[in-house]
């Protein structure tokens, strides 16, 4: 009988509950109270995930019932296998250390105790779905996500773009969601449970219907900002830099990849197969859109669409296991690529165009070091974190379908193509702006994440998972590990090798010619197309000409019959009437009158109870 | 002679009642309205009384002396309210009465 761990994730899981409740109640005006009190809860959960990921293995499970509606039982639990251990870990881990870095980043933030208070709500929320063992449960994290993420991009909600990209990502996720809801239906009514143990445990004779797959996939291309749903993420930029890291980087779009994997035998090959070419897809496409953007946030914007491409494509090409470790890794390196991003923009008086920047390198040495770190380990440099994850799936790809092979390649390219263009263009160079000639270092609370997430992680998570994480723990992610290691000859090796030497290429490239984007003078037409949102211009049009003109059209019918016959006519105009009529009759104002009335009505209440 | 019935008592209370009813729809002055819904309380409880008296139970006659006593502060309120309206007004037909029809 294994030890009972649920009362350490009860700890895991109320801790911040508790934190972003005591500081709504109590701290709202004490931001520097609420920003500490805060750090200190993110700290505490990493230790006790640290706690539960090195312990000794086998699932904890613990559950308790709500409510029995007839022979459906929706309860509260937790389910903590190998991968809700690794990502307790990863979530809480680099969670504390944004936590760290946004007491430095926020401190001269009039509302910091609300953002902290927001921050602390995510992480219950997320840390949530992590533990939750099932559906319903999922669902209502899954949401408290939706709203902590809609809370914290709003965070400047006095800028009309901030409080634009807020509602944006709240109603891109609701479509997402209705599919989620929808699947959470169909699962309830043809298998009648939504515990994903007895789902697990339940082998149905024609097969699982592709149809609860495709729902329940809904979700997760909201949530993960998958095609074609993916328009929300780069504008949930808006929030301040820390929120991006933690939330729309490393750990919430990371989210629908983790769950995918929780139900990844609910998929049938057909799903499967739509996951991974969207997949890959969007990986290639977002990699080369990343190209094209100047604002700093947003180019690591599309950098994480990319990565979440090929997430999804690894869950579509059966290895839900590979995704989870390639989001582990991602987390390590794109938080402190976020987070970097974050420190030079403190650094610049919130300068984010990087055609504006320049000449960092001199003047920003810890943060410089941790980005290029990052970004090294984000291109796949071997032995890095991000190749082991990287590397085992564009093997896996290779093995199964050389189309997405293909895409994945062209990724891989993109990645270095972008990366080496961020590294050139913000901290090389000379100064293009009066903001970057007078940037500065930034304080500990915001290097000390940088070094341990950027210098440690992004470089050793790869070699640190066998010492940190047990390898029986862990034993579905660290298999592939070390089976899929580096073979000097195979493909995805060899490709991995070209894009980085085509990346160096390109940072060759972009050092041409200071404060103006290269690829933009030389192939102008190419760069625009990359720059042009296509998506948002589709729904854009669907929106104005298609559902408008319904949505019109309705409210004609709601005019003219609702509120005109119905309400008009025969609601208003009836009384009306009857009003007049009675108004002339009887209404005189004469109490004998009213008298005579009482009686004669009294007496034909009399007759008809007597006679009867 | 013969002896009176219960019959004979509710005939006398019907009548009384039918006679304040009247009053109150023909009658216009409010002193002498309520003079007849006064009477019709009467007729009431001399039903109220008979009925007691003839089931040989003593309910209905306690009853009465409640009654008696509300329709006592009752009668005070109401001319005091007939008084009031008097002196606002200057008239207390009811016919006069009918600012409110409109």
């Not at chain 1, 808006?238 to 933690?246: E, I, K, N, R």
Request: proline content about 3%; charged content about 15%.
């Amino acid at each position: 009988m294994p030890p009972d761990f649920s009362s350490l994730v009860h700890w895991i899981l109320f801790l911040p509950l508790g934190a972003a409740l005591f500081i709504a109640l109590f701290l709202r005006r004490a931001g520097a109270v609420a920003a500490w009190l805060s750090t200190g809860v993110a700290f505490a959960i990493a230790a006790l995930a640290l706690r539960l990921l090195t312990a000794a293995p086998g699932d904890t499970r613990w559950h308790v019932e709500l409510a029995k509606l007839g022979d459906i039982s929706l309860g509260f639990g937790y389910l903590i296998d190998a991968n809700a251990r690794l990502m307790l870990f990863v979530v809480s881990f680099v969670a504390a250390w944004i936590h760290l870095f946004s007491v430095g980043y926020m401190r001269d933030d009039d509302a910091r105790g609300r953002f902290f208070g927001g921050l602390s709500i995510f992480m219950f929320s997320i840390l949530g779905i992590v533990v939750a063992d099932n559906l319903l449960m999922t669902f209502v994290f899954w949401e408290l996500v939706g709203f902590s993420s809609y809370m914290l991009i709003a965070h400047y909600f006095d800028k009309d773009y901030a409080a634009e990209a807020s509602k944006k990502a709240f109603i891109v996720n609701r479509v997402g969601d209705l599919g989620f809801i929808l699947g959470i239906a169909f699962c309830l009514a043809h298998f009648g449970t939504l515990n994903f143990a007895e789902l697990g445990a339940l082998k149905p004779a024609a097969g699982w219907p592709w149809l609860l797959g495709a729902l329940l996939m809904c979700g997760f291309i909201g949530k993960s900002a998958q095609f074609p749903l993916h328009v929300w993420l780069t504008d949930a930029m808006a929030g301040p830099t820390p929120v991006s890291a933690l939330i729309h980087a490393a750990t919430m779009v990371a989210a629908g990849v983790y769950f995918m994997a929780r139900i990844a035998f609910l998929l049938t090959p057909d799903v499967l197969q739509l996951i991974a070419v969207s997949g890959a897809g969007m990986a290639a496409l977002a990699g080369l859109c990343a190209l094209a953007q100047t604002d700093i946030k947003k180019s690591l914007a599309y950098s994480t669409l990319a990565h979440l491409g090929i997430m999804g494509c690894a869950i579509g090409l059966g290895r839900p296991d590979l995704a989870v470790l390639h989001m582990a890794m991602h987390a390590f390196f794109k938080a402190t690529l976020f987070l970097g991003a974050g420190s030079v923009i403190h650094g610049c008086h919130h300068e984010q165009d990087m055609l504006k920047m320049g000449g960092l390198a001199r003047k920003m040495p810890v943060t410089t070091a941790a980005f290029i770190a990052a970004t090294l380990s984000n291109c796949a440099v071997p032995f890095l974190a991000g190749w082991y994850s990287k590397d085992a799936i564009l093997e896996a790809a290779h093995a199964s379908n050389l189309y997405l092979f293909t895409l994945l390649g062209l990724a891989a390219v993109a990645t270095c193509l972008y990366s080496a263009r961020m590294v050139r263009l913000v901290f090389f160079g000379p100064a293009n702006s009066e903001a970057a000639d007078h940037a500065h270092e930034s304080p500990w609370t915001m290097t000390a994440p940088l070094v341990v997430l950027g210098l440690g992680f992004s470089v050793a998570a790869g070699f640190a998972a066998d010492a940190l994480i047990p390898a029986a723990a862990l034993a579905r992610v660290a298999e592939p590990l070390r089976a899929m290691a580096f073979h000097a000859t195979s493909a995805a090796t060899i490709v991995g090798l070209v894009a980085l030497a085509l990346g160096a290429l390109a940072f060759r490239y972009y050092g041409r010619a200071a404060g103006v984007d290269s690829l933009r003078v030389d192939l102008p037409r190419f760069y625009g197309v990359l720059e042009f949102r296509w998506m948002d211009a589709v729904y854009g049009w669907y929106v104005d000409r298609v559902q408008r003109r319904l949505s019109e059209f309705l409210a004609f019918l709601d005019l003219l019959l609702i509120n005109g016959v119905a309400v008009r006519w025969l609601g208003a105009g009836v009384p009306a009437v009857l009003g007049y009529l009675t108004g002339r009759t009887l209404h005189r104002g004469q109490t004998r009158l009213y008298a005579l009335s009482l009686v004669v009505g009294t007496l034909l209440l009399a007759w008809y109870f007597l006679a009867r | 002679m013969e002896h009176t019935t219960l019959a004979h008592h509710l005939l006398l209370a019907g009548l009384l009642f039918a006679l304040g009813l009247t009053g109150v729809l023909v009658r216009r002055n409010l002193l002498v309205v309520y003079m007849c819904l006064e009477l019709m309380l009467a007729a009431t409880t001399l039903a109220m009384v008979a009925f007691s008296r003839f089931a040989h139970k003593m309910d209905g006659a306690v009853f009465v002396f409640f009654v008696i006593t509300v329709a006592a502060a009752e009668v005070a309120v109401g001319l005091a309210l007939i008084v009031a309206l008097y002196r606002r007004r200057g008239t207390i037909q009811s016919d006069a009465l009918n600012l409110l029809r409109d």
